[in-house]
């Protein structure tokens, strides 16, 4: 069974554009959630959608958005980019069955490292 | 609400030697409580879970954890370790909303 699936895997952005990550989820998992990784935060939680509507949202200005289609694949956006945004974004899908969090066992993508300069 | 403290930054052992991992957790409720493996440049992979069945879990690649609630922990073994085990590891533990910790980078020396 194919595993969770992000594209791209590298980008390189300037500040002030935009992004936009794709997650392709586990076949049959509903839930997708988003988190960003860099050296000094650690891993953080950014959002999570599920039957595509968005559950859960972290602490993260609006700068960030995400949507998640009826197929489960979920895109992640970021408009104006800064310096900081520079991170690796990962994507884990769940095949929650509705519970938020729990026992459900998150299995993520290779994540998609995005440089801003 | 719940919050998870991975005690050590890094730690280092020689291969063929035990591996331990600390993790201390707080939490309102029960958690269910995770270990996951990230090798560099790549994503998350679950190692093993605790989810209120027998507090001694065990796990992918020789790895255990055990379940202490009196101590609020959920350290993670191995009792010798692999080359291979080189990478970094995240206690997370989750009441409705999973948190992760900080990440312990482990260095297996040859």
């Known amino acids: 069974k194919a595993g969770v699936t992000q594209t791209p895997r590298y980008l390189i952005k300037t500040r002030g554009q935009q992004v936009t990550l794709s997650c392709s989820p586990i076949?049959?998992?509903?839930?997708v959630s988003w988190y960003q990784q860099t050296p000094g935060q650690g891993l953080q939680f950014l959002f999570e959608y599920f039957s595509e509507t968005q559950r859960n949202k972290g602490n993260f200005p609006g700068r960030f958005s995400g949507r998640q289609f009826s197929n489960s694949r979920s895109e992640m956006n970021v408009s104006t980019l800064e310096l900081g945004d520079s991170a690796l974004y990962l994507c884990?899908?769940?095949?929650?069955?509705?519970?938020?969090?729990?026992?459900?066992?998150?299995?993520f993508g290779a994540g998609s490292r995005l440089t801003v300069l | 609400a719940q919050s998870v403290t991975q005690l050590d930054s890094h730690v280092s052992v020689s291969e063929g030697t035990p591996v331990l991992l600390r993790c201390n957790y707080s939490s309102s409720y029960s958690p269910s409580l995770f270990w996951y493996v990230q090798h560099p440049n790549k994503g998350l992979q679950l190692l093993l879970k605790y989810t209120s069945a027998a507090t001694l879990v065990k796990g992918i690649n020789g790895f255990e954890a055990e379940f202490k609630k009196s101590e609020t922990s959920f350290h993670l073994t191995k009792p010798s370790a692999h080359m291979s085990d080189a990478a970094e590891y995240f206690c997370v533990v989750s009441d409705g909303d999973m948190r992760f910790g900080a990440g312990t980078r482990l260095t297996v020396k040859p």
């Open positions: 884990a899908s769940s095949d929650t069955t509705g519970r938020r969090g729990g026992a459900n066992v998150l299995t």
């Open positions: 076949s049959g998992h509903r839930s």
